[in-house]
């Protein structure tokens, strides 16, 4: 007994579009992990941002009383809740060169928070830091311009030599 015409259907992908497939997942994945970096990046400057807010506003109370700005965090009638992914300072403790930046800037920083994530750090121990001036401007500063570079990507612009001394 044989049987005549009966024919075993293969059903599947071949070897060529298997491979296809694996290179536009591929190509995808290379477009869309850098600017995933940064989006986590901008999430996590959200609580930077948050404390920085916070203390500039304790800070401008703190001025309305005693007609000046403090220079010691400790001194501000707020509560800063305790941070994941930056170190909060009084100003000037964790100053870092910024090279590219007017020297006039750095006189009247309200706060500045530096990210504990090191990734960025051109061989130091430090990432960048988030700083605010007394009209509620936030910068983003570090000592290396590969930092500098991430502070742009996300949505930081440099000061210039044309920005206000305060």
Request: charged share 15%; aromatic share 8%.
């Given at each position: 007994?044989?049987?005549?015409?009966?024919h075993?259907?293969?059903?599947?992908?071949?070897?060529?579009e298997?491979?296809i497939?694996?290179?536009?997942?591929?190509?995808l994945?290379?477009?869309?992990?850098?600017?995933?970096?940064?989006?986590?990046?901008?999430?996590?400057?959200?609580?930077?941002?948050?404390v920085?807010?916070?203390?500039?506003?304790?800070?401008?109370a703190?001025?309305?009383?005693?007609?000046?700005y403090?220079?010691?965090?400790?001194d501000?009638d707020?509560?800063?809740?305790?941070?994941?992914?930056f170190?909060?300072?009084?100003?000037?403790?964790l100053?870092?060169?910024?090279?590219?930046?007017?020297?006039?800037?750095?006189?009247?920083?309200?706060?500045?928070?530096?990210?504990?994530?090191?990734?960025?750090?051109?061989?130091?121990?430090?990432?960048?830091?988030l700083l605010?001036?007394?009209?509620?401007q936030?910068?983003?500063?570090?000592?290396?311009s590969?930092a500098?570079?991430?502070?742009?990507?996300?949505?930081f612009n440099?000061?210039?030599?044309?920005?206000?001394?305060?």
């Open positions: 007994m044989t049987n005549k015409g009966t075993k259907v293969l059903n599947g992908f071949t070897l060529m298997l491979l497939a694996i290179v536009i997942l591929g190509t994945i290379a477009i869309t992990l850098p600017r995933y970096d940064i989006f986590l990046m901008k999430m996590k400057n959200q609580e930077g941002i948050q920085l807010l916070s203390v500039y506003r304790a800070e401008r703190y001025k309305l009383d005693h007609g000046t403090t220079q010691y965090i400790n501000l707020t509560q800063i809740p305790p941070m994941k992914n170190y909060l300072a009084n100003i000037g403790e100053f870092i060169s910024c090279s590219n930046w007017p020297p006039n800037i750095f006189k009247n920083v309200l706060a500045e928070v530096q990210s504990v994530d090191t990734s960025s750090n051109c061989g130091s121990n430090i990432g960048y830091l605010v001036l007394p009209d509620a936030f910068l983003c500063c570090s000592n290396c590969a500098d570079d991430i502070c742009t990507k996300m949505g440099p000061p210039t030599q044309s920005d206000p001394p305060y």
